[in-house]
């Protein structure tokens, strides 16, 4: 009986904006042109770097994307993520598309972070955060559409990803004299708020039900657990542990882990805790559903000044009323 012959695999491909490729910087993976109705030519292969002529000669054919086989799709986030900086320097990117660079390449580097927290995934993390504020000072648009963007399925890291957006811009609403060279190293503890996360098992994290005592006491670490983990990576700036400690501070004094008061707590701190309750009650989790922004500022309202700081609560709304609708 004759064998039969393995089935054909049909490449898939993915359309990628040419604005978002560096020129004179190799990709690491095949690109593609497209001919015609599922017709693809090899037009640059894997080793060989994106000339500015190509580029050029892509450009005066009024070519605007190339195509990849889906199955590189990561490679190309690896791409994204060593180039960052060069590839947000190009002035045919719309902000648009810078937003969504910024996000897709964020949610890449923070998920490898609590996968595998390293001296090397913060230092991928801290260049994000630098070419985000970079990005954020050229273009200020590009904060409110990062805002706008934000993963609406709770995961630690876009969780980490989303509140260090949303403070990051409130950081900025709130003291607009503040230097970038600050911005970026609190823009680092933002986005860090969460690492001793990464230490806590996943069960207790992805728990459907309340957590039982042990359980919420070993949560309650998590802040102190992720100062320690930062120090032990050489990320020992005060600023940046003082919000990994802080977040969960109240101002009542009912917070953890220490039970600061509200003159003990910093001003980053305070608009970090702001930040991670906002995205924890407008984010939709397997046993919850997101509540809508209106929804989260009511409750926020209500808990203020307990546990929230009064004089940014103005403020809070109106950088957040806007995302609503």
Request: hydrophobic share 35%.
């Amino acid at each position: 009986m004759p064998q039969r012959s393995a089935p054909k695999i049909i490449p898939k491909y993915q359309q990628i904006p040419l604005s978002t490729l560096a020129p004179e910087r190799q990709v690491g993976i095949k690109l593609f042109l497209r001919t015609g109705q599922d017709r693809y030519v090899l037009f640059l292969n894997e080793t060989n770097a994106l000339s500015t002529s190509k580029l050029e000669q892509l450009k005066h054919n009024n070519v605007s994307h190339l195509y990849l086989n889906t199955d590189d799709h990561q490679g190309y986030l690896n791409y994204l993520k060593n180039n960052l900086a060069a590839v947000l320097d190009n002035p045919d990117l719309t902000e648009n598309a810078k937003a969504s660079i910024i996000y897709d390449t964020a949610s890449d580097i923070t998920e490898e972070l609590f996968l595998n927290p390293s001296t090397e995934n913060i230092e991928q993390t801290r260049n994000l955060v630098d070419c985000m504020i970079d990005t954020i000072s050229q273009s200020p648009k590009t904060s409110n559409l990062l805002m706008m963007i934000t993963n609406q399925d709770y995961y630690t890291y876009t969780h980490s990803i989303n509140v260090g957006i949303y403070a990051v811009s409130m950081m900025r609403k709130t003291v607009p004299s503040i230097s970038e060279a600050d911005l970026k190293n609190l823009g680092l503890g933002f986005f860090l708020h969460d690492l001793g996360k990464a230490r806590i098992p996943k069960a207790i994290i992805n728990k459907k039900g309340s957590l039982d005592q042990d359980e919420w006491l070993l949560m309650q670490a998590h802040p102190t657990m992720g100062a320690e983990l930062a120090q032990e990576m050489k990320t020992d700036n005060p600023e940046i542990i003082d919000i990994i400690l802080t977040h969960h501070e109240h101002c009542g004094g009912s917070g953890y882990p220490k039970k600061l008061a509200r003159k003990e707590i910093s001003l980053p701190g305070k608009i970090c805790a702001f930040c991670d309750v906002f995205d924890a009650l407008t984010t939709k989790r397997s046993y919850k559903k997101a509540m809508t922004t209106f929804e989260a500022l009511k409750i926020i309202q209500k808990e203020t000044p307990d546990h929230f700081e009064a004089e940014l609560l103005n403020p809070f709304i109106l950088l957040f009323s806007q995302q609503e609708g």
